[in-house]
């Protein structure tokens, strides 16, 4: 009997271990799904992407247009730290009513980023909103254009906080983010000198162009703002490892960690956007002019060259013009547009002349062409140089690889004599063409065979795309009836691009 008893008691001891084993392993399962699920719904997880995300991007806006002079409308009255805690179903309310056709759902992770807008973020929201007034009416634009839902807008907050200048670790540049050869496969011109990247108006049809291919792609927006992030390669594999869903919610898990944020991000700004009053969060004055013009500059031009007859500061024109990475507009390769607020457009025209008959080379040493110093090397040894006889025309046929510098380097002429010589509008030249190149002598001779008959001199000039007499005139330090009359027109006389006309001189 005692011994049964033993037994019993022992049986009874391996089963009350056996069950706490199993109830412990059982919670600690459910821990672990609810720390899983934690990532996603708890908004005080200390390992949470968002932080960084919105770190970077204040950074973006503080070192962008509104360091050190942050202004505010006077009729609105905002509250610093004002930072309500409102129900669910407020927020789901009013994302509900905003009239898009992007889906705009709740959940915990989308509350995170509202309530971080509107508390420890609002400061930089005000700033925002003051951009936004420069930068959202052109975007919008261009996307009601394209046939795409305005909101879409909020994307370049996300990706830029508005910083057309913005760079980042992996090299995508610009308001939209393009990585360069993305950029470059949408039409954007990426240089040295220039990157269309940074152009405002040019990218945001880039990206107005990327977003629609993405929709045809996946027919559902979610998906598209998902792979405007992270590549269509990333959502098809995340739509391969859920079944095929084509829900973005349903894919969360299987989306690189920055893109199961960027959505959330971008419902978040929409709710922001559309109710900060309810939040007492008060736009800035935006710091670029409103009221902007442009002009199409069709020669060389420093940004230090425009400041000086403007008045406008090097940084202001480096943020109306962001495109310009090195402050020179290279207007001599092909015309750039130059922007330029309005009330400084007209001071410019009128020095226009002056500005662009400055030679830049005095300043920033971009010479056209260069004497070769003494050389040291033996005779047998010297460079070759293009013999010629004084006065012989040469016709150069174009070698592959060879430009107008190159050629006239090697006969000792100028890059633009060699194009008056061949009307040639432009440096551009291809090879298996002919050149004509003069001498010292036969050029003086070409010259003066554009003395009109009538004792009053004239050059040519071939007609571009977009002149008219007036400009003509202008651009030459002449006048409209000085043209016609050396031409035998009158003022209905019609010109088009590549008909050549007499310019008198003096």
């Keep these: 009997m005692r011994y049964r008893t033993i037994f019993i008691l022992l049986f009874l001891g391996a089963f009350i271990n056996t069950s706490l084993y199993a109830f412990n392993f059982r919670q600690t399962q459910d821990q672990n799904v609810i720390d899983s699920l934690s990532r996603f719904e708890n908004p005080n997880a200390t390992d949470y992407f968002f932080a960084g995300k919105m770190d970077s991007i204040e950074n973006l806006v503080s070192d962008?247009?509104?360091?050190?002079?942050?202004?505010?409308?006077?009729?609105?009255?905002?509250?610093?730290?004002?930072?309500?805690?409102?129900?669910?179903?407020?927020?789901?309310?009013?994302?509900?009513?905003?009239?898009?056709?992007?889906?705009?759902?709740?959940?915990?992770?989308?509350?995170?980023?509202?309530?971080?807008?509107?508390?420890?973020?609002?400061?930089?929201?005000?700033?925002?909103?003051?951009?936004?007034?420069?930068?959202?009416?052109?975007?919008?634009?261009?996307?009601?254009?394209?046939?795409?839902?305005?909101?879409?807008?909020?994307?370049?907050?996300?990706?830029?906080?508005?910083?057309?200048?913005?760079?980042?670790?992996?090299?995508?540049?610009?308001?939209?983010?393009?990585?360069?050869?993305?950029?470059?496969?949408?039409?954007?011109?990426?240089?040295?000198?220039?990157?269309?990247?940074?152009?405002?108006?040019?990218?945001?049809?880039?990206?107005?162009?990327?977003?629609?291919?993405?929709?045809?792609?996946?027919?559902?927006?979610?998906?598209?703002?998902?792979?405007?992030?992270?590549?269509?390669?990333?959502?098809?594999?995340?739509?391969?490892?859920?079944g095929g869903r084509k829900d973005y919610w349903a894919i969360y898990y299987n989306l690189p960690k920055g893109t199961r944020e960027y959505l959330p991000l971008f419902i978040a700004l929409n709710y922001i956007m559309n109710y900060h009053l309810d939040h007492e969060i008060c736009p800035s004055v935006c710091p670029i002019a409103l009221d902007m013009d442009t002009l199409r500059i069709n020669k060389t031009l420093h940004f230090s060259q425009v400041s000086k007859i403007t008045g406008i500061s090097v940084q202001e024109l480096r943020a109306f013009n962001p495109q310009f990475k090195r402050d020179i507009i290279p207007g001599s390769q092909k015309p750039y547009v130059l922007r330029l607020p309005i009330t400084s457009?007209?001071?410019?025209?009128?020095?226009?002349?002056?500005?662009?008959?400055?030679?830049?080379?005095?300043?920033?040493?971009?010479?056209?062409?260069?004497?070769?110093?003494?050389?040291?090397?033996?005779?047998?040894?010297?460079?070759?140089?293009?013999?010629?006889?004084?006065?012989?025309?040469?016709?150069?046929?174009?070698?592959?690889?060879?430009?107008?510098?190159?050629?006239?380097?090697?006969?000792?002429?100028?890059?633009?004599?060699?194009?008056?010589?061949?009307?040639?509008?432009?440096?551009?030249?291809?090879?298996?063409?002919?050149?004509?190149?003069?001498?010292?002598?036969?050029?003086?001779?070409a010259k003066s065979e554009k003395t009109d008959s009538n004792d009053s001199l004239y050059k040519e000039y071939k007609i571009r795309s977009g002149d008219s007499f007036w400009i003509i005139a202008r651009n030459h330090n002449t006048t409209v009836d000085k043209i016609l009359q050396v031409n035998n027109m009158n003022k209905s006389s019609k010109i088009q691009p590549g008909q050549v006309i007499k310019i008198p001189l003096g």
């Design 64 to 242: 962008w247009m509104y360091a050190g002079r942050v202004r505010y409308d006077s009729s609105c009255v905002s509250r610093r730290s004002y930072c309500p805690s409102l129900p669910d179903s407020v927020y789901m309310s009013r994302l509900g009513n905003i009239a898009t056709l992007i889906e705009l759902p709740y959940n915990e992770v989308i509350k995170k980023y509202i309530e971080y807008y509107t508390g420890p973020r609002r400061r930089m929201v005000e700033k925002l909103l003051g951009l936004s007034q420069y930068y959202f009416p052109m975007i919008e634009q261009t996307f009601d254009a394209a046939g795409i839902p305005l909101e879409l807008k909020y994307l370049a907050v996300v990706e830029s906080a508005l910083n057309p200048s913005a760079l980042s670790k992996q090299g995508a540049s610009g308001l939209w983010q393009f990585m360069l050869p993305t950029g470059k496969h949408y039409g954007l011109e990426i240089s040295t000198l220039v990157d269309e990247r940074r152009n405002p108006v040019k990218s945001t049809q880039a990206a107005a162009n990327y977003l629609k291919s993405l929709y045809n792609i996946y027919k559902d927006w979610t998906l598209a703002i998902a792979a405007y992030n992270c590549g269509p390669g990333n959502v098809n594999k995340a739509i391969q490892r859920t």
């Design 345 to 445: 457009m007209m001071r410019f025209i009128a020095f226009e002349d002056s500005v662009l008959n400055n030679n830049i080379a005095k300043d920033h040493r971009l010479r056209s062409t260069v004497q070769l110093g003494v050389s040291t090397v033996s005779a047998g040894n010297s460079p070759k140089r293009e013999a010629l006889s004084e006065g012989e025309p040469i016709k150069h046929i174009i070698k592959n690889g060879e430009s107008l510098g190159v050629i006239a380097q090697k006969y000792g002429v100028k890059v633009e004599d060699l194009k008056d010589w061949n009307n040639l509008s432009n440096v551009n030249i291809r090879a298996g063409k002919t050149l004509i190149v003069h001498t010292k002598s036969t050029a003086q001779i």
